[in-house]
């Protein structure tokens, strides 16, 4: 990959993370309304810590799922088809275009989960001595979920499904993320027990890598 | 295939899609330094051509050749930083300012940013560089889109109702920014349905009809 690679990838990556400062959806709508799903699930089922603090890290994956599949959603539909020929006709490498893309929504969906995870130790209660693992985690689900989205808008633009389609794309395929995720949190074990966990983790963000590399080009083309 | 002298040339080029015929035997030719105005009533298949001329479409059929590469070749990808298109609505993003823009495409195409600075400054945009693009009215989305070719100094330069919405200064511009593409040695194919307002910045006319050139 030489130089023109990485300054398109940073260049996409950098316009990405300038459209989400200006217009704030992460943080005024999607880190408000994730905050409030993890608070109505303790009004639900009640304040009872002990139950609290076994559910706390599924719930919170469950939120950063269900919200990371709404922050594709949204990077699916701002782009416009003038957009997309304008830049295609800047010649901008495929590949660079979705690591730049994959690279702002990961940031982006790494501070949701960042404060989500605050929010759910505040609430639920629950144990942080493990959860140093979250700095691998976090991460890695970041990471998974943005291919995922990237990936799923490119193929809704391709066949021009329009943003209904990018749930049914991301939720299926987000599960092993999502099983890895809180499995690796909540069976911490300190001789490594839980690194098959981790191993899944890494190996779905690599095939979804090479997936979104491969179709990179194809679905630039007929979207 | 021997090297074409023309920048675009098409011959018995052909688009359908789905089950409806779009364009039919297209036979065009654009040579360098040649400004090319394409003409016809809504629905000739205008933008489907000028589509098929920015590699944004492969043809269903016919030989098709833009800056000399294959249009059924990979190599049409290379062409594409040499191409410059102006459709019919801006593409600009807008949350991001009317510079930020200019300075994305710069980043993506390895410009200088104060190339975009420049450019900004020959479209009369400079005072309004920190707006942003949504906020911005449609004649100023088009000068700053004008600023872009400007910057990038495309090759071949497609214009699509390139009039629509501009005030007589900003005409002047696009007349202009077509002279400066002719001067070098690139080409022109300008795609409207208003034959008097594009005369003046076109060496040749061509008429689209029923999707087929005539």
Known sequence: MNSGFWRQAMAVARRDLERERHAGEVVWVTIPFGAIALLLVPLAVGINQDVLSRIGTGMLFVVVMLFGVLTSIRRTNIETPPQRDAIALLGIDPVAEFAGKTAASAVVLLVFEVVMAAVAVALYGIDISGWWWMIIVLPLTAIGLAELGTISGAIAASVQAGPALVPLLVTPLAIPLLLGATQTVENIDPDGGNLSWLVLMAIVVLVLAIVGVLTARPLQETR | ?214
């Open chain 2, 1 to 214: 295939m021997p090297a074409s002298n023309f920048h675009v040339e098409f011959s018995g080029v052909g688009v359908r899609i789905g089950m409806a015929t779009i364009l039919r035997d297209v036979e065009l030719t654009v040579a360098p330094g040649e400004s090319l105005g394409l003409f016809g009533a809504n629905g000739a298949g205008k933008t489907t051509l000028l589509r098929v001329v920015a590699t944004l479409l492969k043809p269903s059929g016919g030989s098709a050749r833009v800056l000399g590469v294959n249009l059924d070749s990979p190599d049409r990808f290379d062409v594409r930083p040499r191409l410059g298109l102006i459709g019919h609505s801006p593409a600009l993003y807008p949350e991001l300012s009317l510079l930020a823009n200019l300075e994305f495409a710069a980043r993506v195409s390895g410009v200088s940013l104060a190339a975009a600075a420049e450019a900004l400054r020959a479209v009369g945009m400079e005072q309004a560089a920190d707006r942003p693009a949504g906020e911005a009215s449609f004649g100023m989305q088009r000068r700053v889109e004008f600023a872009r070719e400007i910057m990038l100094q495309p090759d071949l330069l497609l214009l699509d109702e390139p009039h629509s919405a501009l005030d007589p200064s900003a005409i002047e511009l696009v007349e202009h920014i077509v002279a400066g593409v002719l001067q070098r040695s690139g080409a022109v194919v300008l795609v409207s349905h208003d034959v008097d307002r594009v005369a003046p910045m076109v060496t040749r006319t061509a008429e689209l009809r029923g999707g087929t050139i005539q």
